[in-house]
């Protein structure tokens, strides 16, 4: 019950940063809560733990924690990105430190997770551009190292490039919540919601603007959403494979890494190896007889 009282606080605490200023209790939470608050001692002070007034709903037989996701449909104005001149590394530097220092962002990681900012060369032709961190990514502070990230290194190896030589971003800062067990951790890799991904967006901008690759490459359908609208294409299949436009820059829209962990058929490796021969052939990568056959053997 400690455990779960501590992430209950550690909750309510996060809501508050991100400028929630009443959360709604059952009842018969409020009484549970009572019960094992006269049963001992908790870390956090009491004012913190009996929230008012009260609406909605905390259930103290499971978890009593909320999704975040209803703080973050209440997020705050959306950043504005202001970043000193200079060279790239100083801009994002600069950058780094918005991002990192930004309420919002920390109040979304949980204790011991980061806020999580893309990586790569900062004259990156091309810049690679995923929906959000998952367990391992907000545990590094690196897009794209678990899983799906191991498998777009192989696809930009496969492009002749090194994982150095493009930019990896991601639409999101932190790795959306799901509602967990206390104690526990989270499993899944929830879909951002419109207000987060409206929220992180201008970070992912600015990440263009100071990268200014040639071409953006949205990995599968969030990513794309968010570039392209939310709302603006009902399956993915509408948009992958064209070139699109993102303030200025071809947009090519192409699968997720992890659509490839899932079906793992020469049919749908070769989707997004069309999808990135265009690519190459955009940045004019050398383009051999071998790697135009990739995937062909069904
Ligand atoms: N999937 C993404 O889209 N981004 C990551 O950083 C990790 C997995």
């Keep these: 019950m400690r455990a779960a009282l501590q992430a209950l606080t550690d909750e309510l605490r996060r809501l508050k940063t991100a400028g929630i200023r009443s959360v709604a209790?059952?009842?018969?939470?409020?009484?549970?809560?009572?019960?094992s608050l006269a049963a001992g001692p908790v870390a956090p002070p009491k004012s913190q733990i009996v929230p008012e007034p009260r609406r909605a709903t905390v259930r103290p037989a499971a978890v009593p924690v909320r999704p975040p996701v209803a703080a973050a449909e209440s997020l705050p104005e959306v950043p504005v990105v202001a970043l000193p001149p200079g060279e790239k590394a100083t801009r994002w530097d600069a950058l780094r430190t918005l991002v990192t220092n930004d309420a919002?962002?920390?109040s979304n990681v949980r204790p011991g997770k980061k806020v999580v900012l893309g990586v790569g060369s900062l004259d990156a032709r091309i810049m690679f551009v995923?929906?959000?961190?998952?367990?391992e990514?907000?545990?590094q502070g690196e897009p794209f190292v678990g899983p799906a990230g191991q498998l777009l290194t192989k696809?930009?190896?496969a492009m002749g490039l090194q994982?150095?030589?493009v930019y990896i971003g991601n639409i999101m800062n932190w790795r959306p919540h799901m509602s967990i067990a206390s104690g526990s951790e989270q499993v899944g890799n929830p879909p951002p919601s419109e207000a987060e991904m409206r929220y992180c967006l201008p970070y992912l901008q600015a990440q263009i603007e100071v990268v200014n690759p040639d071409l953006l490459v949205a990995l599968g359908t969030t990513a794309a959403q968010g570039l392209l609208g939310f709302g603006s294409f009902k399956?993915?299949?509408?948009?992958?494979?064209?070139?699109?436009?993102?303030?200025g820059k071809p947009l090519m829209v192409t699968y997720h890494p992890s659509y490839i962990l899932r079906n793992q058929s020469n049919r749908s490796k070769r989707m997004i190896w069309e999808d990135l021969l265009q690519v190459m052939a955009k940045v004019d990568l050398p383009i051999s007889d071998r790697q135009r056959a990739f995937f062909l053997d069904k």
């Design 25 to 35: 209790v059952e009842e018969a939470s409020l009484v549970a809560l009572r019960r």
């Design 155 to 157: 696809m930009i190896q």
């Design 163 to 165: 994982r150095g030589e």
């Design 235 to 247: 399956a993915l299949g509408e948009v992958r494979g064209k070139w699109r436009d993102f303030g």
């Design 137 to 139: 990514e907000e545990l």
């Design 104 to 106: 919002v962002c920390r």
């Design 130 to 135: 995923g929906d959000a961190p998952g367990a």
